[in-house]
């Protein structure tokens, strides 16, 4: 059974930082990635690492602040340098296939998702 848990949200202030974490199981992942969605907003895609951890990418409004990770069994988010508009849940994402390009990946083309995170930045 796959199953992805993700751990490390909370309240914060702008400016502090964050290490989300997203432990995954049941089979072996090809891409995966961060998605998050405010309220009121669609969910929209974060960043994402190739299977072997050597290729990311991220979004423009994370770009410089927020950088993807990961290990034989966890992916990681580190968060950099929050606002209040980074606020929302966040949802770690795993692929059955491995994407060469990871530039702003769309939602379809990952097949397994976890329950997500919250975190909430005050200003």
């Known amino acids: 059974q796959v199953r992805l848990v993700e751990s490390g949200g909370g309240l914060v202030q702008a400016g502090d930082s964050l290490r989300l974490s997203c432990a995954a199981s049941?089979?072996?992942?090809?891409?995966m990635g961060w998605f998050r969605q405010a309220p009121g907003k669609e969910r929209e895609f974060v960043a994402a690492?190739?299977?072997?951890?050597?290729n990311t990418a991220s979004a423009e409004p994370v770009k410089g602040r927020f950088t993807i990770s990961r290990d034989n069994t966890k992916v990681y988010l580190h968060m950099n340098s929050l606002k209040p508009e980074d606020t929302a849940l966040y949802y770690c994402?795993?692929?059955?296939?491995?994407?060469?390009?990871?530039?702003?990946?769309?939602?379809?083309?990952?097949?397994?998702w976890g329950q997500g995170t919250q975190v909430t930045v005050s200003s």
């Open positions: 994402a795993a692929s059955r296939s491995t994407y060469g390009s990871l530039w702003h990946m769309a939602q379809s083309q990952f097949d397994y």
């Open positions: 049941g089979r072996t992942f090809g891409t």
């Open positions: 690492i190739s299977w072997s951890g050597t």
